[in-house]
């Protein structure tokens, strides 16, 4: 696709979908990013965005301004929302109603998993996007490595401890989400990812034992885990939350702490992006260098 119209980036200053503009600039894109606070729109501008919209994904004729002239689409969707299908599937339709051409969505690997509602929750923006009309590129990433830096890192550098309310010793992929940015530009601004489906992984599955050890290596000083029982994780992480985020998390940990996060074939994002993928190891290293913005 030619990149003469911008590209709605959604989600610019998010912790995922900051990453997403300095590839498309890079590319010679036009990016208008889509922020909702000024906090978010400090960061999208710092990446490189000039153009700014402001919208909520709940006000319909501030997404369609946002919306207006775009011929490119990237939508990351708000996690835990009890209405994050509506919202995503209204924002598909309004951006086929605005003569989108071409929508990319950051959505997860095995959206089938109907027991995670952060995972069945994805499963019908995809179907609204597939039955759009518009060309289609569907994203599934796998557990995010930024999560670690975005939520845990801190914690971790004060306490010497990683605790998370899952199994320790189970194992799960992972994705740097620089990688699928990489992956949503080129989708964007190039023929060849328009109409499927990508899973996104690094290679192999680690452990919370596993990273640990990466973080002893790399900060040359031991970083321990435990397991948190989910209930106290709740109480502790999110005193105030809707009952429908704690009730997400124990979802997830019921899956987690059994399965693990099995996958971890990275045949997809080694193929389109030419080039082995990023570690977790890397990413770890990379983290206790670097003070942020990874
Ligand atoms: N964490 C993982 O390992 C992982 C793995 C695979 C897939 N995912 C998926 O990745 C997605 C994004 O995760 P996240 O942690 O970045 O979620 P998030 O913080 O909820 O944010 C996604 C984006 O939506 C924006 N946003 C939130 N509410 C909005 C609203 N009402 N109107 C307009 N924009 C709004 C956020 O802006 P602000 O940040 O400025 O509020 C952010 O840019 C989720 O759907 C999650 O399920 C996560």
Redesign the pocket.
């Known amino acids: 696709m030619p990149v003469d119209k911008p590209i709605l980036v959604m989600?610019a200053?998010?912790?995922?979908?900051r990453f997403i503009a300095p590839q498309l600039i890079k590319r010679g894109a036009t990016v208008r990013g889509m922020?909702?606070?000024d906090?978010?729109e400090a960061i999208a501008r710092s990446t490189g965005v000039k153009d700014i919209a402001r919208?909520?994904?709940?006000d319909e004729s501030a997404v369609r301004r946002a919306l207006n002239g775009v011929g490119g689409v990237f939508y990351?969707?708000?996690?835990f929302l009890p209405d994050e299908a509506e919202i995503g599937v209204r924002f598909v339709q309004l951006a086929a109603e605005a003569g989108v051409d071409r929508f990319v969505l950051?959505g997860?690997m095995y959206p089938f998993i109907t027991d995670m509602r952060?995972h069945r929750s994805k499963l019908p923006v995809e179907l609204a996007l597939v039955k759009s009309g518009m060309d289609f590129t569907i994203l599934q990433?796998?557990?995010?490595m930024q999560?670690t830096g975005a939520f845990f890192w801190d914690r971790v550098l004060e306490t010497g401890e990683y605790v998370e309310p899952w199994a320790q010793d189970k194992k799960s992929c992972y994705v740097d989400y620089r990688d699928v940015a990489e992956v949503a530009a080129k989708a964007l601004t190039e023929d060849g990812l328009q109409n499927g489906t990508f899973e996104l992984t690094a290679a192999g599955t680690i452990s919370r034992n596993d990273i640990v050890a990466m973080m002893s290596e790399a900060l040359g000083r031991t970083i321990t885990t435990r397991t948190m029982r989910i209930a106290d994780w709740n109480a502790q992480n999110m005193p105030s939350d809707p009952p429908f985020l704690r009730e997400a998390f124990i979802d997830i940990d019921l899956f987690y702490s059994r399965y693990g996060f099995p996958g971890g074939n990275d045949l997809v994002l080694r193929t389109i992006l030419g080039r082995e993928p990023r570690t977790m190891r890397d990413y770890i290293r990379e983290l206790a260098t670097t003070s942020a913005g990874i």
């Open positions: 989600g200053g998010g912790h995922f979908g922020v909702h606070h906090q978010a919208a909520d994904l709940r990351i969707p708000p996690k950051s997860v952060n990433p796998t557990n995010i999560s």
